[in-house]
């Protein structure tokens, strides 16, 4: 009832947990059966290792969290060689999530998973903590059409592109995307935001701004992707402050394939298991026989 | 251990010293010394759970110092018994028993005496000496003294034992008092912790340092609790919360 179609990948269930929130998978598995997941993206990758970002890295605020990592990672060979074995053995779709700082670093990181078992590929034009590179792609729309057209003409696998919600303008920034060639679009990632110490009289963060994401970004995204599938024909993923089943299926009848969950993997550490439970309950109670019937409802009515 | 994310029950929630709480939880938990559990006692705000290192192991409960700091510990110290936890742990890589030998000195900084206790308690067939350093008040030495051979206390203010630094303490007792340690293992301040490292890197002592860091998994996973080293950037909540001194590059 709850398997999904996404770019060609056949998903058990629509909940995949989040680049960046759930490492590799294996952390995670000592807790719960991750098998149980839809999919896992995994922590953003880079065609060589990233130290991160120096200073503090998490800040609460209400309603959510600010990071700054930095896309901090093994490198892909390092990935491939021992990080994918693992996680393959998780039986779950993986979602190799790929960054880079050049246009070059993501063709060469692209053509590096083809001959690997990874099912879908993330490109991350959208991380906030990078200098060069990630999020600069995902603001300008012809930035990110050069990026996803360059990565698409080498990449063999289901190529999924992660927006940014600080893109200049996240509907042209999706269909510029398809007509690039993406298989998908997901999105949101994290808001560019920040935080001051008061007592210190400076940022609480070396890079000065951070990532913002949990529930207090749900209803932006919701409204974002709702807009973004309104306007694009290939799968859309649902991602930003997603807690429980109800904020799950939000996100689908606003048109989203399926949906990621991030920050709320720190609330609990096994939260996706009953986000995956209650959105079951939820479809047997309303009499309803797969999530391609509620996909984009909305709009429908 | 395999960690696991369980409820427990609040059996007591004590009120140690000013700004300071023993939590203890019913239940049959196992860990060992310099672990923690991440704990939420609470539904939605603060997002994220708390690093609490084990403080006391007994057969039936499980015990957590902690001081009053923010939103979260503020929440644990309006909690009552019967109330409901969730707890994730043991987690992360504690003191190892197997490289702790001979005559050991731990030392510890405030706050930093909550993963000691159990410390002491694990390491009662060794020769331990207990080094605590404190602003004014002093907690938990009492509990500690059944474990060890002697107990060294410091206040800030005077008030109880030496006035000043618990470094002080440990830098008479291995210059003036002809003390010889084995082993350091230390929990404080950075800057405490700083000075321990380089009073035993004179002395030629291999330390272990206890690392404290706002988390957000616990479980390795998303590597918001990174510390410096000289082998790179290391997680605190897997690599750690233990490391080797000489390995860490303080801020302090």
Not at chain 1, 292 to 299: Q, T, Y
């Amino acid at each position: 009832m709850l398997d999904v179609d996404v770019c060609g990948v056949r998903l058990k269930n629509p909940v995949i947990a989040a680049s960046g929130t759930f490492g590799f998978g294996e952390e995670y598995n000592q807790i719960f059966d991750v098998s149980r997941l839809g999919g896992i993206a995994t922590k953003g990758l880079t065609l060589n290792v990233k130290e991160g970002n120096d200073g503090q890295r998490i800040y609460e605020t209400r309603g959510g969290i600010l990071n700054s990592v930095g896309l901090q990672n093994p490198g892909i060979e390092k990935f491939i060689g021992e990080e994918l074995p693992k996680i393959r053995k998780l039986n779950t779709v993986i979602i190799a999530n790929l960054g880079g700082e050049t246009v070059d670093e993501y063709i060469k990181g692209a053509e590096r998973l083809n001959d690997t078992d990874v099912d879908i590929i993330e490109l991350n034009i959208s991380c906030p903590n990078v200098k060069s590179g990630g999020m600069a792609f995902g603001i300008k729309s012809k930035d990110a059409y050069f990026v996803v057209s360059r990565v698409r003409k080498v990449c063999k696998k289901p190529l999924i592109v992660k927006l940014s919600p600080n893109a200049e303008d996240i509907v042209d920034m999706a269909i510029k995307c398809a007509e690039a060639g993406a298989d998908g679009i997901s999105l949101v990632n994290t808001f560019k935001a920040m935080a001051v110490d008061i007592k210190k009289r400076r940022p609480i963060f070396d890079n000065i701004t951070a990532g913002l994401s949990g529930p207090c970004i749900k209803p932006i995204a919701l409204r974002m992707v709702y807009e973004v599938a309104g306007a694009v024909d290939i799968p859309v993923i649902g991602i930003g402050g997603i807690t429980c089943a109800e904020d799950a299926i939000e996100f689908i009848m606003a048109g989203a394939s399926c949906i990621e969950v991030g920050t709320a993997n720190f609330t609990k550490p096994n939260i996706c298991l009953n986000i995956i439970d209650g959105m079951e309950d939820f479809m047997n109670k309303e009499n309803i026989k797969s999530i391609e019937e509620i996909k984009g409802i909305i709009r429908r009515k | 251990m395999q960690p696991v994310y369980t409820k427990g029950e609040v059996l007591k929630n004590i009120k140690v010293s000013k700004g300071i709480y023993k939590l203890s939880i019913k239940g049959d938990y196992n860990a060992n010394m310099g672990q923690f559990y991440m704990i939420k006692a609470w539904d939605e705000e603060p997002i994220l759970p708390r690093p609490l290192s084990v403080h006391d192991v007994d057969k039936d409960s499980i015990h957590f110092l902690y001081e009053v700091k923010g939103k979260g510990t503020e929440r644990l110290r309006d909690l009552n018994k019967g109330d409901i936890i969730e707890l994730t742990g043991p987690l992360g890589n504690g003191f190892d028993r197997l490289k702790i030998k001979g005559r050991v000195a731990v030392v510890s900084g405030g706050i930093g005496i909550a993963p000691m206790l159990y410390a002491a308690k694990t390491l009662k067939d060794l020769e331990v000496d207990f080094y605590a350093g404190f602003r004014d008040e002093i907690y938990v030495t009492c509990d500690i003294k059944q474990y060890v051979k002697n107990v060294y206390i410091s206040t800030d203010s005077g008030t109880y034992g030496h006035k000043g630094y618990v470094t002080d303490c440990l830098s008479e007792s291995l210059r003036v008092g002809g003390k010889k340690y084995d082993t350091v293992l230390c929990c404080g301040p950075e800057i405490m912790m700083k000075k321990v490292v380089d009073i035993c890197e004179t002395n030629e002592i291999p330390v272990y340092v206890s690392l404290e860091s706002s988390m957000a998994c616990g479980l390795g996973a998303c590597l918001v609790c990174t510390c410096t080293t000289n082998k790179g950037k290391k997680r605190v909540c897997k690599d750690g919360p233990v490391f080797l001194g000489e390995d860490v590059v303080f801020n302090a």
